[in-house]
């Protein structure tokens, strides 16, 4: 859904990050490039980026809205 802030195996601060590699992408930049660019040097980092699905959009139509009434 949401990126994590911070790497599961390394507890290194990632969640910044995203914005810059994921807009990098969209202008068709290469993934492992953007890596680089954005400075994930560890393989467990690296992995957080290209492993992540963004699923927000497919599941913010299903979320209700509670009203306290």
């Known amino acids: 859904m949401i990126i994590p802030v911070r790497c599961f195996s390394c507890n290194h601060v990632i969640g910044h990050l995203w914005e810059r590699y994921s807009n990098g992408l969209a202008d068709g930049r290469d993934a492992g490039e ?32 509670r009203r306290q009434e």
Do not use: K, N, Q, W
Request: proline content about 3%; some cysteine.
């Open 34 to 65: 953007m890596l680089d660019e954005v400075g994930l040097e560890r393989y467990c980092c690296r992995r957080m980026f290209v492993s992540h699905v963004e699923l927000i959009d497919a599941i913010a139509p299903y979320s209700t809205s």
